[in-house]
T-cell receptor
Framework: DAKTTQPPSMDCAEGRAANLPCNHSTISGNEYVYWYRQIHSQGPQYIIHGLKNNETNEMASLIITEDRKSSTLILPHATLRDTAVYYCIVRVAGSGGYQKVTFGTGTKLQVIP | GAGVSQSPRYKVAKRGQDVALRCDPISGHVSLFWYQQALGQGPEFLTYFQNEAQLDKSGLPSDRFFAERPEGSVSTLKIQRTQQEDSAVYLC???????????FGQGTRLTVV
């Protein structure tokens, strides 16, 4: 799996958009970008994933650059409950089978009242 | 229950003691993963099951670690002769066949004293 680089920490004001960057310059053509988050004392939670097109769901938006070497997770209106460690992961995804996930150390997002 | 359930939530073991950590995956989920998460770090892969078959155990740190899933549902992670460096949160995740989203339990926090 390709390595990712994320800033160790970020702050965001409540109600503002949180933009979390991730670099994955060695990503392969068949590797997807996944985002998970881990709220204190809980297990990681899936947020979103994408290959090359931008994606949006009820939790967040994922913007992937055209060369796919970096991406940004956007939480449009951050709340205090969004305070968590956010992990950017790249891996092959398929219709079945096994894909080991390597988490790294992630970005600790602190949403400030 | 609707989610992945792990028990116990907390375990304190004396050094040298054997421990067994249980994971109840979401019903029908074929894939099951175990991760180890040290304080301040991201989760590190330990092992993967597809049904009852253990297809990858490359992340198990030593032969003191053993995992099983005999009937393809509940899984147990056993650690023999625990050492202080085994202190961590042990996370279990399960995934439906063909799905890209893994669901994590809350983890078991193991403290070896």
């Amino acid at each position: 799996d390709a390595k990712t680089t994320q800033p160790p920490s970020m702050d965001c004001a409540e109600g503002r958009a949180a933009n979390l960057p991730c670099n994955h310059s060695t990503i392969s053509g068949n590797e997807y970008v996944y985002w998970y988050r881990q709220i204190h004392s809980q297990g990681p939670q899936y947020i979103i994933h994408g290959l090359k097109n931008n994606e949006t769901n009820e939790m967040a938006s994922l913007i992937i650059t055209e060369d796919r070497k970096s991406s940004t997770l956007i939480l449009p209106h951050a709340t205090l409950r969004d305070t968590a460690v956010y992990y950017c992961i790249v891996r092959v995804a398929g219709s079945g089978g096994y894909q080991k996930v390597t988490f790294g150390t992630g970005t600790k997002l602190q949403v400030i009242p | 229950g609707a989610g992945v359930s792990q028990s116990p939530r907390y375990k304190v073991a004396k050094r040298g003691q054997d421990v067994a950590l249980r994971c109840d995956p979401i019903s029908g989920h074929v894939s099951l993963f175990w991760y180890q998460q040290a304080l301040g770090q991201g989760p590190e892969f330990l092992t993967y099951f597809q049904n009852e078959a253990q297809l990858d155990k490359s992340g198990l740190p030593s032969d003191r670690f053993f995992a099983e899933r005999p009937e393809g549902s509940v899984s147990t992670l056993k650690i023999q002769r625990t050492q202080q460096e085994d202190s961590a949160v042990y996370l279990c995740a399960s995934r439906l066949q063909g799905s890209t989203e893994a669901f994590f339990g809350q983890g078991t926090r193991l403290t070896v004293v």
